[in-house]
Every structure is written in structure tokens, then in C-alpha cells.
């Protein structure tokens, strides 16, 4: 994460934002008054989403219970059908 002044980010406003889109980098804005984080729309999309989905109870152990089955135990073969 790159880290500017108030001042510098208003100098380079457009390509600090480019950068932070192109390159989902968050961009570190420091203050007399406090700090602020820039992010690309896709990043806070993503924080969004899982901040809902590990919201829902039950959801977070789901989650990692499937990360822990084999693949081959997730599909089902209807080659028979064919």
C-alpha cells in the first residue's frame, strides 16, 4: 500500500486513483486530522461481500468445510447417462 500526504494525493489525484484501479493497490492518505484508505470499486466489492457472508451464521464453517472436501467427492459422474 503507497502511502501519500493530503497534499500529494491532490497533486497526483488521477494517477494515484489509475493505480489503485488498475492495480487493485489501496492507496494510505495521511492527515493532520486522521488517515483515509483509497480502494478500488472491485476491492471494496470483495470486503463487501465477505464481510456478508461471514456475516451469515453457519456460513464461515461451511465455507471451510467445503475448502476441505476432495473435488473428486464435490462432482458426480453421469457418464453412465451419455
Same mark, same amino acid.
Given at each position: 500500500?503507497?502511502t501519500f500526504t493530503?497534499?500529494?494525493?491532490?497533486?497526483?489525484?488521477?494517477?494515484?486513483?489509475?493505480?489503485?484501479?488498475?492495480?487493485?493497490?489501496?492507496?494510505?492518505? @495521511?492527515?493532520? +486530522? #486522521?488517515? !483515509?484508505?483509497? /480502494?478500488?470499486?472491485?476491492?471494496?466489492?470483495?470486503?463487501?461481500?465477505?464481510?456478508?457472508?461471514?456475516?451469515?451464521?453457519?456460513?464461515?464453517? @461451511?465455507?471451510? +468445510? #467445503?475448502? !476441505?472436501?476432495? /473435488?473428486?467427492?464435490?462432482?458426480?459422474d453421469n457418464s453412465?447417462?451419455w
Open positions: 500500500m503507497s493530503a497534499t500529494q494525493f491532490r497533486s497526483n489525484l488521477f494517477g494515484i486513483l489509475r493505480k489503485t484501479i488498475q492495480y487493485n493497490e489501496p492507496a494510505h492518505i @495521511t492527515t493532520k +486530522d #486522521g488517515d !483515509a484508505v483509497v /480502494l478500488s470499486e472491485s476491492d471494496y466489492s470483495a470486503l463487501q461481500e465477505t464481510l456478508y457472508l461471514v456475516s451469515a451464521p453457519g456460513m464461515r464453517q @461451511t465455507i471451510m +468445510d #467445503g475448502l !476441505a472436501t476432495p /473435488l473428486d467427492a464435490c462432482t458426480i453412465e447417462d
